[in-house]
């Protein structure tokens, strides 16, 4: 399994300036079956202190073999209230089965998620 990012995809920025509490992060995923069967796919959020909101666990449900998908993720986490990085990774997993037992394979990104106060720049 192949995990393709954008340049940059691994370094993500947030502003603290008009942030709400809890801080939210939406971005969206290109996920690719190669395989010649069905595979279930799931986002897990591997950064300290930030949990994926939607889709519910993660779980982006079936993509069928040879189909392309994007899927939007949501990641939240408290607002820390002062400038801080977090790093941590974003795993995509592929299972076999509906009830994402079955691991079939894994890729992971190393992620930077830096969370600032733009009006002290």
């Known amino acids: 399994m192949e ?3 954008y340049l940059d995809a691994d370094k993500i920025v947030i502003d603290l300036e008009f942030a709400p509490d809890p801080l939210e992060y939406t971005f969206r995923v290109k996920v690719q079956n190669n395989r010649d069967s069905d595979l279930y796919f799931k986002f897990v959020c591997n950064v300290p202190n930030w949990t994926v909101e939607s889709p519910t666990n993660g779980e982006l449900g079936v993509i069928s073999a040879g189909a392309v998908v994007d899927k939007t993720i949501k990641i939240t986490r408290s607002n820390p209230g002062s400038e801080l990085t977090e790093t ?3 795993v995509l997993e592929a299972y076999s089965d509906s009830g994402y037992t079955n691991l ?4 992971e990104l190393d992620v930077t998620i830096d969370i600032v106060d733009g009006k002290t720049w």
């Open 3 to 5: 995990f393709e990012f």
């Open 88 to 90: 941590g990774t974003f």
């Open 104 to 107: 079939v394979d894994s890729a």
